[in-house]
């Protein structure tokens, strides 16, 4: 009964298209109960300087510290899974704008807003709330714009006029950014530079723009539950408001809203092919009073279309060796992707069912 009754509500929420921002416009004071989330345990937290996710500088990639970078790069992949980075040529001004924009489209009016909401994984451009709503157990206090920008780029026209422009400009500094990062993540590897590009690694970007409204009761609910990314990495810009946690030892360590920084963050697949040397950590977002909270995410990835041969990925065959035998199956991406479409973030972690035993 209790499962046919959040069915019933779930298909109501959908039906307004409005999303999170929906519920707060309409003046809510208490959260439907389809966004409780049981043992949240937002008690088990460090602020402590020492538990702080590493800040890596990349101004001087090109010269003497290259090497030092590419070190503080390969030990926060291994240990931690995520690190900030600094001095990485996206300018000021344009991480601004897309916040801005993104900020803006999800607060656009409702009949504006409401003709892209959908979950056709066809479409180029497309907002919802929580892409799992119908998969995962708990519903996430969260709307998210989607846009598919590379290989196959979008219509400009598809893609509203107030964030259209800035979108895609920012998605050109990143997909550049990633390249460099690749180049790092190869190396840090003991690989050539070009090594992850040429597996693909850099093929696909898929942007994010995620909007988190203020909550009346966020010890109820989370922005996002505790997850893996899918791809290889996520570049992510945050705002202000702060609240993106990262699992470490078993801690949820707080990770700064630093002016001018994008965080970075091992993502699914790069874990599988670095046979578990780079770790892909959970992570989540906390709901708050204050907000709205915006964020942008690049998930850098591989391509997956319609009557194109899947590709393949397993293990680095230059990283395994007696001592090092491979962890994982080869898998094909639509599979690792369908299984995490089907499982939603309740999933539990997205690579278990293709250990090798």
């Known amino acids: ?3 046919s009754q959040r069915i019933k509500e779930l298909e109501a929420f959908e039906d307004t298209k409005a999303g999170v921002k929906g519920l707060i416009d309409s003046g809510v004071q208490k959260i439907p109960s389809i966004f409780y989330h049981d043992n949240i345990n937002l008690f088990n937290t460090t602020t402590s300087s020492q538990s702080e996710i590493p800040i890596i500088d990349l101004s001087g990639i090109s010269g003497a510290s290259r090497f030092e970078i590419i070190n503080k790069i390969r030990d ?11 001095n990485h040529g996206i300018p000021r001004n344009v ?35 929580n892409f799992d709503l119908f998969q995962g ?10 846009c598919n920008i590379a290989p196959i780029p979008p219509n400009p026209q598809d893609i509203p006029h107030i964030c259209r422009d800035i979108v895609l400009k920012y998605s050109e500094y990143v997909m550049n950014l990633a390249i460099t990062l690749l180049e790092l993540l190869s190396e840090g590897l003991g690989l050539h530079a070009n090594h992850l590009k040429d597996m693909k690694c850099n093929e696909g970007l898929y942007f994010l723009g995620q909007y988190y409204p203020p909550c009346p009761q966020p010890e109820l ?13 996520t570049i992510l810009l945050q705002d202000q408001i702060g609240g993106l946690q990262v699992l470490h030892q078993n801690q949820w360590v707080e990770v700064q809203s630093l002016p001018g920084a994008l965080v970075v963050n091992i ?22 009073r204050k907000g709205p909270r915006t964020s942008v995410a690049c998930l850098i990835r591989t391509h997956i ?18 001592k090092n035998p491979p962890k994982y199956r080869d898998i094909t991406v639509k599979e690792y992707i369908m299984h995490r479409y089907k499982t939603g973030l309740d999933g ?5 069912p293709f250990k090798l035993s």
């Open 305 to 322: 279309a319609e009557g194109v041969e899947p590709r393949v990925y397993g293990p680095i065959k230059e990283l395994l060796s007696e």
């Open 1 to 3: 009964m209790f499962q």
């Open 221 to 233: 609910t989370l922005g996002f539950a505790s997850h893996t990314d899918s791809g290889f990495i």
């Open 137 to 146: 157990q708990r519903t996430n206090w969260r709307d998210t714009l989607e």
């Open 76 to 86: 926060a992949s291994e240990n931690w899974g995520f690190f900030q980075i600094i």
């Open 348 to 352: 539990g972690f997205p690579l278990s």
């Open 95 to 129: 991480m601004e704008e897309v916040i801005n924009g993104v900020r803006g489209f999800h607060e656009l009016d409702f009949e504006v807003k409401e003709k892209f909401y959908s979950r056709d994984h066809n479409k180029s451009f497309k907002y919802n709330s």
């Open 267 to 288: 993502a699914d697949l790069l874990q599988l092919i670095t046979n578990d040397r780079f770790k892909s950590a959970h992570h989540r977002v906390l709901a708050k």
